[in-house]
């Protein structure tokens, strides 16, 4: 022990003081720290008591700077950390920190712990803190101090002592700390760490796709969302909350290939008739494309043919560049004497009719031909030959994709890349794994790859469009630092093949950022309602002998509740069964209560009940259906609470703040703006309904001159009935006109829909991914326009929103940084991820060549009621119907099923049409629909109703697609014929 390393490490010690007080643990560090006199330890302790960990390290390091110690005193402050378990310390004090960018990152995840600390306490605890502590981020100690803050204080305070030492770790504490919640099923939060979107996203409520099974409404609605949710994410989380805008969870982009072969299908009628052209483009001189100089410089590469994805904020034109760029690629084209065809891809259906309108048809059908094509289309000619005929076709992904698709195959309705030249590409952002964009820019990059060789081999190449990209905002998918964020946008820019991603530099015409405000509701003092709710659910949970580890109106609860149900459904236990279905609505409703108004949640669970009951009547008095004595005690449980909820719900003085707050806003705001034209975006459609009908029966609205109407998807859902796309459309016509001024919407709005200008922007307790916040703020464009979050204080959305906030910026930078890099390096990462992405396509494709030849006969599985458990059926009577739709037409499977009348379901379609819904005769419980394909009448079953004998083990499926067996196709001859000759026989008899 020299001199020198006495110097060295006060030395040490002195630089990095401000990190390391951050990161030593005083408590457990004092008792090995023996070179310090116990005077100095007590004080250190005073201070920790008084002030807290930080403070007492800072105290500590003071301490042994300005004092004189034994020999080797060095050497045994580095024992002692290492013995406390401050890891990342001893980097610090042996002079070997971190990396800068290390530390950087590291930083940033605690900073993202800190802001979603308030979500984070929720965990639960004792779970995660066993999990962190097998996986070495705590020592023995730490998980005693946290199980002993648990038991103590409670399961938010234990957490709180966890994230505390959590944060305290060298670098890399973060991945395995999200690999403790993912093992102790807080997928939720691990989605909301990640900075994945959250299952409120409809993003694609109206896009129009037959699913491999066409549950319910046999025309289901696709949503393209994130591969996490829809695929690969265990059956708990896919369906988790009752009434969050989550669409039919049934969809999985990965499986194309049954969708794909079904789009037709949709080509419903029901499209009208072209309207005429909106009166204002008649004039020759509202043709001309003016580009502002921004706009005109972020156009520049793509005029000179180059690939380029184009980011500007939602208003700022971005379509009007593309029109710009289409207009002048076909002159060029025309000059040249070469062929040109622009296909302009949208993800949703009403886009293809709005971008015609107001854009690319406005401007440019008197020159070219211009037309559009969406899954709501009714053709009178093939796809094929729209593209042979046109110069601009406007369509969804969807469409271009199942044609390429069919091209692959042979089909020769199928057309092929090479066809156009010149691809735009809306909402770009979606371009990534799982989404239609992405299948039809792998085919694109699978060319340009493929024609590389060619070229080598001197043959002569396929042509490929140009491509260009729209987006207000790629996001910086769920990235925690620059670094990952950077990655992302590059992976975005690589999957569109761009030569550059082209923005609006700052300080050019300053983008309008709508004044921000927040709007804090304060804490809800007493809640009696919710009170009585959770009285209702302890009984449940005592007459089932459940014993939930978390708090009700909680998301874990939700997630424990699904998970009960499921399990209960497979061990044949209809007791929990129907309980846990019972508790996840009570949960739901107290959910509710905290956004809308007490009644309204009441409402929901009367009409919850009331359709329960009337699932245990049986038609015709025929009597089969029983009540079981847990039925019978949940009715009465409801029935005998009722009149207390109904009286509390009577009581102004009990209602939840967020509805004041979001009161006095829109009244503010409605009467001091001249004209106001206002949107409150919420997360349920239940929401939705709820808060304009507040706002309608409340005359102090009317006064300030409030017209409200609300705006939701399309799509199934049992709980709100749909808004069709005529009626979504017939809203937003009023809304632009004037007649309505107040939208209340789900999601559904944030992204794309050309709703008119606002200059009220509002997000009430509402909080998504970054790209979401940034559209949403996107809506108010006028002037004068203002941005408010009203967020209950303490319920973890306002932190969110900061996440977003600070997401947001780390785009804008990343952005920055990608136009500045060195060209070579820039084409060499996105070669790398073009390389990667090829490569795991083939990988996709084999798997799935395999699992085709693996798939087993139909009599491997048998079906059972999920509610009663009752034998439905073996496998081997099901057949399939285009190839989605599950039918069992044997005699003795009719036996089993009454049909009930059930008007929202009636659907008309080409070659079938649903009516009704079938159910279990014994139990009530609904097994699926009752569809007429072609006058046969065909019991549609759905997997989700279902408990599914495999293999001898008990599984529950949401959708047929994950059952690796193949059924054959419906045989419809066959069938009709024993129709026909039942039928004849019928004759016969009446003779
Ligand atoms: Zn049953």
Redesign the pocket.
């Known amino acids: 022990m020299s001199i020198d390393q006495d110097a060295e490490t006060r030395h040490i010690l002195d630089c990095f003081r401000d990190r390391l007080k951050q990161i030593i643990q005083v408590e457990p560090l004092l008792d090995q720290l023996h070179f310090l006199g116990q005077d100095r330890k007590d004080k250190i302790r005073a201070k920790l008591r008084a002030d807290g960990d930080i403070s007492a390290a800072a105290l500590l390091i003071d301490e042994i700077l300005q004092t004189q110690h034994d020999k080797g005193w060095p050497r045994e402050l580095v024992t002692a950390l290492e013995t406390a378990g401050c890891t990342h310390a001893v980097n610090y004090v042996r002079n070997s920190p971190p990396e800068p960018t290390e530390e950087a990152e590291n930083d940033s995840c605690v900073r993202l712990i800190d802001l979603m600390q308030l979500t984070l306490v929720n965990m639960k605890t004792t779970d995660v803190c066993a999990q962190c502590w097998s996986l070495g981020l705590l020592t023995p100690e730490d998980k005693e101090n946290i199980m002993k803050a648990t038991e103590n204080h409670g399961n938010i305070n234990g957490a709180r002592v966890l994230l505390k030492r959590l944060v305290k770790n060298e670098a890399g504490w973060f991945s395995k700390f999200l690999q403790a919640l993912e093992e102790t099923e807080h997928r939720e939060l691990v989605r909301e760490l990640r900075g994945e979107p959250c299952n409120e996203d409809e993003s694609m409520s109206v896009e129009i796709r037959t699913v491999e099974e066409g549950e319910q409404t046999c025309l289901a609605l696709a949503k393209e969302t994130d591969p996490v949710l829809n695929g690969s994410m265990p059956v708990v989380s896919a369906n988790s909350s009752l009434l969050s805008e989550d669409l039919d969870s049934s969809v999985d982009g990965s499986v194309l290939g049954a969708s794909a072969e079904n789009e037709d299908v949709d080509m419903y009628n029901g499209q009208e008739e072209e309207e005429g052209d909106p009166t204002e483009d008649d004039d020759p001189s509202a043709r001309t494309i003016e580009l502002r100089d921004y706009q005109m410089e972020v156009a520049r590469p793509a005029l000179e043919e180059k690939n380029i994805i184009i980011c500007l904020p939602t208003g700022s034109g971005k379509t009007r560049v593309a029109v710009y760029i289409t207009k002048e690629h076909l002159e060029r084209k025309k000059q040249m004497g070469q062929p040109g065809k622009v296909v302009v891809l949208v993800n949703k259906v009403p886009l293809v009719e709005q971008h015609y309108k107001a854009e690319f048809g406005r401007f440019l059908k008197h020159q070219y031909s211009v037309e559009r094509v969406s899954g709501a289309s009714q053709l009178k000619i093939s796809f094929p030959q729209i593209i042979e005929q046109n110069d601009i076709i406007i369509c969804t992904a969807q469409i271009l994709e199942n044609s390429l698709a069919k091209a692959k195959t042979g089909d020769e309705d199928g057309i092929k890349l090479s066809q156009f030249t010149l691809m735009v590409i809306d909402e770009c952002h979606h371009t990534k794994k799982g989404y239609a964009y992405n299948h039809i820019m792998i085919r694109y990059l699978k060319q340009k790859h493929k024609n590389q060789l060619l070229k080598k081999q001197g043959k002569s190449p396929a042509a490929i469009p140009q491509i260009l990209g729209l987006t207000a905002s790629p996001g910086v998918g769920g990235a925690m630092n620059q670094q990952m964020a950077e990655q992302h946008i590059l992976q975005i820019c690589a999957n569109l093949d761009a030569f550059t991603i082209k923005t609006k530099t700052l300080g050019e015409e300053e983008a309008k950022t709508p004044y921000k405000r927040i709007a804090r509701a304060e804490e809800r003092k007493t809640d009696p309602f919710g009170d009585v709710i959770k009285k209702i659910m302890d009984e449940i949970h005592t007459h089932a002998d459940l014993l939930p580890s978390c708090e009700p109106g909680t998301q874990n609860y939700e997630q424990w509740v699904v998970q009960k149900e499921q399990n209960a459904a497979k061990e044949e236990n209809q007791k929990v069964r129907v309980c846990a279905e019972h508790l996840r609505h009570y949960n739901e409703a107290l959910n509710q209560s905290h956004i809308i108004r007490m009644s309204d949640a009441f409402r929901y669970l009367d009409k919850y009940h009331n359709e329960e009951l009337k699932t245990k009547s049986s038609p015709d008095d025929e009597g089969t259906v029983t009540i079981t004595d847990t039925e019978r005690f949940l009715f009465t449980l409801f029935k005998d609470k009722k009149a207390k909820l109904e009286e509390l719900m009577g009581k102004p003085e009990y209602e939840n703040n967020n509805l004041a707050k979001l009161k006095s806003i829109i009244l503010k705001e409605f009467s001091t703006r001249e004209v106001a034209r206002g949107i409150i975006f919420t997360k349920t459609r239940l929401s939705a309904q709820a808060l304009c009908q507040w706002i309608q029966e409340n005359p102090k609205f009317d006064e300030v001159g409030v017209s409200a109407s609300y705006l939701i998807g399309g799509g199934d859902q049992s709980v709100v009935k749909p808004m069709t796309a005529a009626e979504q459309k017939d809203v937003l016509q009023k809304f632009r006109k004037g007649e309505i001024n107040l939208l209340i919407a789900t999601t559904v709005a944030e992204e794309g829909l050309d709703i008119a200008e606002c200059n009220v922007v509002i997000r009430y307790c509402l909080v998504t991914n970054e790209v979401a916040m940034i559209q949403a703020r996107g809506r108010g464009r006028a002037e004068d326009s203002s941005y408010t979050l009203v967020a209950e204080a303490g319920s973890g959305v306002e932190e969110r929103e900061s996440v977003n906030e600070y997401r947001e910026k780390m785009m804008s930078k990343a952005i920055a940084k990608i136009c500045k890099m060195n060209r070579a390096d820039y084409e060499k990462k996105i070669r790398e991820f073009q390389i990667q992405a090829i490569m795991e396509e083939k990988v996709k494709i084999k798997k799935k060549q395999q699992k085709g030849m693996m798939k087993d006969p139909p009599s491997k599985i048998s079906l059972s009621?999920?509610?009663?458990?009752?034998f439905v059926c073996s496998g081997e009577h099901l057949e399939m119907i285009e190839n989605m739709h599950h039918v069992n037409v044997t005699e003795q499977f009719r036996k089993l099923f009454i049909v009930r009348e059930n008007a929202s379901l009636q659907e008309r379609l080409l070659d079938y049409e649903t009516n009704g819904v079938i159910?279990?005769?014994?139990?009530?419980?609904q097994?699926g629909s009752m569809m007429l394909y072609k006058s046969i009448e065909c019991p549609c079953l759905h997997i989700k109703n279902f408990v599914v004998t495999y293999d001898s083990k008990k599984k529950i499926y949401n959708k047929w697609g994950d059952l690796p067996i193949r059924f054959p196709a419906f045989d419809y001859t066959q069938h009709a014929d024993m129709l026909v000759e039942d039928s004849e026989e019928e004759d016969t008899d009446g003779d």
């Open positions: 009621c999920r509610d009663c458990s009752v159910a279990c005769k014994n139990c009530g419980q097994w």
